[in-house]
């Protein structure tokens, strides 16, 4: 059996977003990585390859890929194959999430969030590791106002905005029971929205912050071809125009429940944070989130200077004349992320400062807002050709 | 020998195209208006048209049948105008011109080299069919039968027929089969030369119809006499212009044949019915060479049905029909609702059925949103990637109807894609992929990613999204037919969904990917039940890696019932594929038969085959 200190992080979901920043953090902090991840049409190490050429992080022998089945008992491993693996866990890092929101992909979500917990807890206990932490979200705790503590969540009586906070808070429920019944010790994570490393723009998945700006975007490219191509026939009846400054005029309100703020954090903070709470922090629970969040006038000011257009503003409340096709379209791209525009809930982050006083989520600033969008529109938002799937 | 200058490569290739020629007989229709090969008009046996002139080139080249002097009167006939290029490269995306050329070529160096020519001397036979009917109207030479002898049916075994006879009326029918009778030779008939499905063959005679193409309309009793040459879209054209529809079928198929071999199956089965429901009286010739009609005091009673898992062996010919009348309305339009499950899409068409809703329904499969609505095969991928993977349109719900019809669709509140819409989606599909809005509807929340449909202003949007134009659609057309394409597609009836569903123009591109075998039956419209039947066939497909899909539904009798195509796919050209599929239709068809056996309401086609001049109430429900 290896050493405590030659033993590997076990992370799921390092294909993913979060997972692969994460990922390039722990093998750049010198950290031995298996990564457990399905298989799919390219192979596992040929995906985790990509990525760690694209992320240009350090030697590679540090990193083990293991191909699994979370649907199956022993993640589908021969005895020996999983023998070997529970010898080598040192730490777990549940990381492996489906994001979508939408209902119609409700059983999906389900499965994969929740389903797949009963093959990555026996393996916690087959493995006995030193500690679990489980990347969740802030947005576990729910609907609800005021103060969000790092406490576990309430799954009674509780309402969700989407089937993926759902799945999240029952899989904190889960975890949390599981690992009490076999004492491991736990840490659950709960990152708010998290967008790109702050001082390099890149990311690896464009949705969220970036989902608005890439309708908008697409939105702006059909009345520009309109005006430019066309004479601007169907344009100039809803009142848009370029202006002599070569920008959009665009009138787009948004229809917002409430004034709020939208909790943004870069995922470079998320890295910093998670390793720092693996190396130093105890058991318990940790919002990763914003202290000062940005509301949407800031982040609609960064759309406008950033695409080149004039004329979004916000309401709250729903529009006494019927929207302009470029507000229809847009609030139809951006309903599954309404409500996180408008945001009044506190997160409570003393646990989290307990750990990491001297850090905090840089603010969103235009530099920084400019450096990750430009990354997105250079990256054909993950569509050129060398983008690691 | 060589005979010819083309490289073996091209030879490969013009063998490949000749071989691909789907056998439709879409070259024989004007569909396009932009005329018929003049030769195949005037000599009208199969060989004259450029579906024939694939097969004999075919022929020569594998050494199958001997340069004859009707080939060389195939050849000098065909003047290389290129028209066969437009309605092939149209529905089956294949060029037919270079095969001309080639075959020409072919014969031009046979006879430079010395080549002898064969000649098929007249024998007694011969001699007393060229008596009834003509001494032009009968051959023995195989040039022409060459064309007779085979089709994509992947599961028969085909037969190179001794005779070609194309008579021009029942009498001469009558004549020719009470001499045959006598002389015991096989024979079978086909309506307009072609064959489809693999149950026209014979080593004896065949009689070909296509001379048989008299339209007598009787205008004050709403019905029309056709001969059975006449095709779909021959009457359906001729009864357009005088403001009525007839019930038919795919453009080239002849309607006096399809309602013999099917009952006809039509999207309009909605409101006008099947086989009894869409005609007044036909005629017939029996096996025995006499001649009746279905009206007459003690005709045979081929009205009634006594449906048997059996193939039903024909009964007579039938050499004319005379077809009911429907009136037209001026304000007929059309939609599409798309659906992401097919219970979803069967309820809503039954229910529209029910409450007799639309003239025409009919939910379409996968092949309707990318290759019928797309001209080329890359288009018809990107659409498919477009409305099926990233907008989850899996399955498209076609309703035909007057402005109340429509209106009450839209009422009842589904995603809608009009007329309007459909043409800006057909006419910018090349714009489809690089509109990164569809990418963006994919993740649309709790609704389907289609919804974006309900958007009050979608048709604008869409069209400033996609600039659709008749110069972008032809884009990924070859460059030499693109002015002709370019025309073509700034004639508004080749965006009117009513018009090319009523001539049933762009479901001709079936078959443009991979031919298929397709299984139809009539049945309850039981969206369980169909569900189920598809899942057992796709298991039993994807064990044979075989693409299946579903072809359409339609319902009809109030909802009642509807007919069902699900499709088998494969690659007639590919020995493996050709094994997989026989294997696949054997199980899929041993299927079908118990859910038939089980359920006691499913009226397999198979089955129906040469008995659909019956009553649609006797087939369905006795």
């Known amino acids: ?389 | 020998m060589k005979a010819t200058n083309i490289t073996p490569q091209e030879t490969n290739d013009l063998l490949k195209m000749a071989k691909s020629c789907r056998h439709y007989s879409l070259c024989k229709d004007d569909i396009l208006g932009c005329g018929v090969c003049p030769s195949g008009l005037e000599k009208q046996y199969v060989s004259f048209y450029p579906e024939g002139r694939m097969d004999l080139y075919a022929a020569l080249c594998e050494k199958h049948i001997p340069v004859t002097e009707k080939c060389l009167e195939i050849v000098d006939s065909c003047n290389l105008c290129g028209k066969c290029d437009y309605p092939c490269y149209f529905t089956q995306q294949l060029r037919p011109a270079k095969v001309m050329k080639a075959l020409k070529e072919y014969v031009s160096n046979y006879l430079k080299e010395g080549g002898k020519i064969v000649k098929t001397p007249d024998d007694e036979l011969l001699l007393e069919l060229k008596k009834i009917v003509g001494d032009y109207w009968a051959t023995n030479d195989p040039a022409i039968a060459i064309a007779y002898h085979h089709d994509m049916c992947p599961h028969v075994e085909f037969k190179m027929p001794q005779y070609i006879v194309m008579p021009q009326t029942k009498e001469e029918i009558a004549a020719v089969i009470k001499l045959l009778n006598l002389r015991k030779i096989p024979f079978i008939v086909r309506g307009n030369g072609a064959s489809s499905h693999g149950l026209t063959f014979t080593e004896g005679v065949v009689l070909d119809l296509h001379r048989m193409k008299t339209i007598e309309f009787d205008e004050k009793n709403w019905s029309v006499k056709i001969g059975a040459g006449v095709t779909a879209f021959e009457i359906q054209t001729e009864a357009q212009k005088r403001g009525f529809r007839v019930v038919t079928a795919e453009p080239s198929a002849t309607v006096c044949a399809n309602i013999m071999t099917t009952g006809l199956i039509s999207t309009f089965a909605t409101a006008y019915g099947i086989a009894g429901n869409i005609f007044i009286n036909a005629e017939f010739v029996t096996k025995d060479g006499e001649i009746f009609d279905l009206n007459e005091i003690g005709a045979p009673n081929l009205f009634s049905y006594d449906y048997k898992l059996e193939e039903a062996k024909p009964y007579a010919i039938c050499v004319s029909v005379s077809l009911k009348l429907f009136p037209l309305t001026a304000d007929e339009d059309a939609v599409i609702i798309p659906f992401e499950s097919l219970p979803e899409a069967i309820d809503f068409a039954k229910e529209c059925a029910v409450r007799r809703i639309g003239l025409a329904i009919s939910i379409l499969g996968q092949e309707f949103m990318s290759s019928f609505m797309t001209p080329t095969k890359n288009l018809s991928k990107e659409a498919r990637d477009v409305f099926i993977d990233k907008l989850g349109m899996k399955y498209m719900t076609l309703i035909i109807g007057d402005t109340y019809d429509l209106k009450c669709v839209r009422e009842m509140g589904k995603p809608v894609i009009d007329q309007k819409l459909f043409k800006t989606l057909l006419l910018g599909l090349p714009s489809l992929n690089s509109s990164g809005c569809f990418e963006l509807l994919e993740g649309l929340s709790s609704d389907e990613p289609f919804s974006f449909l309900n958007i009050e202003q979608v048709n604008d949007l869409t069209e400033m999204a996609l600039s659709p134009s008749s110069s972008q659609i032809v884009q990924d057309m070859d460059e030499d037919l693109q002015p002709f394409f370019k025309k073509l597609f700034e004639r508004p009836e080749m965006t009117s969904l009513v018009w090319l569903n009523t001539f049933r123009i762009i479901s001709s591109r079936f078959c443009r990917e991979k031919p298929f075998v397709g299984f139809v039956s009539y049945l309850p419209i039981d969206a369980p039940l169909i569900e189920e039947m598809q899942n057992e066939i796709k298991k039993i497909t994807d064990k044979h890696r075989i693409k299946s899909e579903l072809g359409f539904i339609t319902p009809f009798d109030f909802g009642k019932r509807c007919v069902w195509e699900y499709d088998l796919y494969f690659d007639p050209l590919d020995a493996d594929e050709l094994t997989r599929i026989q294997q696949a239709t054997e199980e899929a068809g041993a299927l079908i038969n118990k859910y038939c056996e089980k359920t006691g309401t499913i009226r397999q086609l198979r089955y129906i085959v040469n008995r659909g001049y019956c009553r649609m109430e006797n087939l369905l429900y006795i």
């Open chain 1, 1 to 389: 059996m290896a050493n405590r200190k030659d033993k590997y992080i076990v992370l799921t979901g390092a294909t993913g977003f979060l997972g692969a920043f994460l990922l390039a953090g722990l093998l750049d902090r010198g950290y031995q990585v298996i990564a457990l991840g399905r298989s799919s049409t390219m192979k596992l190490a040929e995906r985790l390859s990509n990525l760690v050429t694209w992320l240009n992080i350090g030697p590679r022998q540090r990193l083990l890929p293991i191909e699994v089945d979370f649907t199956k008992k022993h993640f589908g491993l021969d005895d020996k194959a999983y023998s070997q693996l529970c010898a080598n866990t040192g730490k777990i890092i549940h990381c492996a999430s489906d994001t979508r929101f939408a209902e119609r992909n409700r059983k999906q979500v389900m499965e994969s969030n929740i389903s797949n917990l009963a093959s990555i807890l026996e393996f916690a206990e087959d493995s006995q590791a030193e500690h679990f932490y489980y990347i969740s979200t802030a947005y576990a705790v729910g609907v609800c106002e005021g103060i969000c503590l790092e406490t576990p969540v309430s799954l009674e009586n509780n309402k969700f905005t989407n089937v993926y906070e759902e799945s999240k808070a029952q899989a904190e429920d889960i975890i949390t029971k599981g690992c009490n019944k076999i004492a491991m010790p736990l840490s659950i994570l709960r990152p708010s929205i998290v967008y790109g490393h702050s001082k390099t723009g890149r990311a690896l998945k464009f949705n969220a912050l970036y989902y608005g700006v890439k309708s908008l975007s697409y939105i702006k490219d059909i009345f520009v071809k309109d005006i430019v191509e066309h004479g601007g026939t169907k344009s100039i009846k809803w009142g848009f125009n370029i202006n002599n400054d070569g920008t959009l005029y665009l009138p787009l309100t948004v229809y917002l429940p409430e004034n709020g703020a939208v909790n943004l954090i870069s995922v470079d903070y998320f890295v910093e944070a998670t390793i720092r709470i693996m190396e130093q922090g105890d058991a318990g629970i940790y919002n990763i989130t914003c202290d000062n969040p940005p509301n949407i006038l800031t982040i609609s000011d960064y759309i406008e200077k950033f695409l080149g257009i004039r004329g979004i503003k916000t309401i709250c409340k729903p529009f006494d004349n019927p929207p302009n096709p470029a507000e229809e379209l847009f609030g139809r791209f951006f309903e599954i992320y309404r409500p996180y525009l408008s945001d009044k809930r506190i997160f409570d982050r003393s646990h989290t400062k307990s750990v990491v006083n001297d850090l905090s989520t840089p603010p969103l600033t235009y530099d920084i807002f400019d450096r990750c969008m430009s990354y997105a529109v250079a990256c054909d938002w993950g569509k050129i050709a060398n983008f690691p799937k």
